[in-house]
């Protein structure tokens, strides 16, 4: 999948790069001892912290990714396979298949993940671009106008909107309180569903380019899907026996 100066280059330089300037913005605050994750959620929706927000959720995408991969991979279990079949695909070959094209096809940098949707416990491919997050608590930040790097006084509307937004938990049937129908949605954005995220594939330049070239992406995508952690992908989906959960903070 990658020779030991791509991977030098795609793990260990990236990664310390993202975690010392992490480390940097958080250093003597009350976020120091925050999760990447929690971080990532909690500074999506501020644009003055827009550059902890990246730095944040890049070093979680990029590590989940690094984690469920393996030098000696072993075929998925049947308990997976029959999740995958039950989630709307046809074959783990036709996961496979839909998985690495969506991540070709996808112009310009970021991830594509295999969630688990709750309560449906039914697999789904999801694209998130650039330094984005799976993670529904950090989907408010999409908006015409990316209000993570814009001030939002400067969006048409943004104010009004968000006004709107926020009062509709608050009154008659759309109550989100902790007796309403929506109790435990907590900071979900509008559309957002519980999931777990379960493996992804980055595919930023920086991860193929050197050892796959020019046009080499899929040839990359191919290598990754040959190098799955099957174990550790059954064990964030908290199926089998033989799993190994990865930490989701």
């Given at each position: 999948?990658m020779?030991p100066?791509?991977f030098?280059l795609?793990?260990?330089q990236y ?23 929690n971080?990532?959620?909690?500074y999506?929706?501020?644009a003055?912290?827009?550059s902890?927000?990246n730095?944040?959720s890049m070093?979680y995408?990029?590590?989940f ?5 393996t030098s000696?991979p072993t ?5 997976l396979?029959?999740?995958i ?10 996961l ?10 996808m112009?310009?940098p970021g991830y594509t ?5 709750n309560p449906s416990q039914?697999f789904s ?13 950090a989907?408010y ?6 209000v ?9 509307g943004?104010s009004?909107a ?5 009062g509709?938990?608050?009154t ?6 902790a007796?309403?129908p ?6 979900i954005a509008?559309?957002?569903v ?12 920086h991860?193929w380019l050197?050892?796959?070239g020019i046009g080499?992406k899929r040839?990359y995508?191919?290598?990754?899907w040959?190098?799955?952690n099957?174990d ?5 989906a ?12």
């Amino acid at each position: 999948m990658m020779s030991p100066a791509g991977f030098d280059l795609a793990w260990t330089q990236y990664q310390e790069y993202l975690v010392t300037n992490l480390n940097q913005m958080t250093y003597g605050t009350p976020d120091d001892s925050s999760t990447v994750k929690n971080l990532a959620i909690k500074y999506a929706r501020d644009a003055h912290k827009a550059s902890l927000f990246n730095y944040a959720s890049m070093a979680y995408n990029n590590h989940f990714m690094f984690s469920t991969l393996t030098s000696n991979p072993t075929p998925p279990s049947s308990a997976l396979e029959s999740h995958i079949l039950g989630s709307d695909f046809s074959s783990l070959a036709s996961l496979r298949e839909t998985f690495i094209a969506t991540a070709d096809s996808m112009f310009g940098p970021g991830y594509t993940w295999l969630i688990k949707r709750n309560p449906s416990q039914k697999f789904s491919i999801l694209n998130t671009y650039l330094a984005g997050s799976p993670f529904p608590g950090a989907h408010y930040r999409r908006q015409p106008i990316d209000v993570a790097t814009l001030p939002s006084s400067s969006v048409p509307g943004y104010s009004t909107a968000l006004a709107e937004l926020l009062g509709r938990g608050r009154t008659g049937n759309m109550a989100a309180g902790a007796m309403g129908p929506h109790a435990e949605s907590g900071d979900i954005a509008p559309g957002g569903v519980h999931l777990d995220v379960l493996m992804c594939v980055n595919t930023w330049q920086h991860c193929w380019l050197m050892d796959w070239g020019i046009g080499g992406k899929r040839g990359y995508l191919e290598a990754w899907w040959d190098s799955i952690n099957w174990d550790v992908v059954e064990g964030n989906a908290g199926l089998g026996n033989r799993a190994v959960r990865v930490k989701q903070n």
